[in-house]
């Protein structure tokens, strides 16, 4: 069953993209204009961005393609040049929205949370020119062998228990 048809929904986009368009033109510009048009094409890129993911059949998509939309989603909005400390207390944000899902035993929130965790770690790694890939598999490979205890519910190295 189709929740929404998508003929439509593009028509829909489309429209907002015309209208956000046609305030560069015809606007009278007042003091907040330019950030009044940056929220407008945002809100139709947003729009894109949830139309994709809609459609998007995510059982038939692997993780590295994933990654990879993920970092051309930042060079498309030129993020890929952006300060990287910006990304940095988006991770802390994230985090923080994690917890709450956790603490509060909200999977929906909890799962948006790691999704959006990932994409800014994916994110930082564009901005510094590393590749995400790599730093999963050097995690991967330091913790494979590991040994240790749980306490408490926290998981402790052998080398930590000595």
Do not use: H
């Not at 400390?85 to 999977?107: V, W």
């Not at 799962?111 to 730093?135: N, W």
């Amino acid at each position: 069953m189709e929740l929404f048809n998508k003929k439509e929904f593009v028509q829909f986009i489309n429209s907002a993209q015309q209208i956000a368009e046609s305030y560069a033109d015809d606007f009278d510009w007042m003091e907040d204009s330019e950030t009044l048009l940056k929220q407008y094409k945002d809100t139709v890129d947003m729009m894109r961005t949830i139309y994709l993911a809609l459609t998007m059949d995510m059982n038939e998509t692997k993780p590295k393609e994933l990654t990879e939309l993920i970092k051309q989603w930042f060079y498309d909005r030129k993020l890929n040049n952006a300060d990287p400390f910006r990304q940095l207390a988006k991770l802390q944000e994230e985090s923080g929205e994690l917890a709450a899902g956790i603490i509060r035993k909200d999977d929906l929130k909890t799962k948006d949370s790691i999704g959006d965790i990932t994409v800014v770690l994916i994110g930082i790694c564009t901005q510094l020119d590393i590749d995400y890939k790599e730093c999963v598999e050097m995690a991967y490979n330091e913790i494979k062998d590991r040994k240790g205890e749980l306490i408490d519910g926290v998981f402790v190295k052998e080398e930590d228990l000595k």
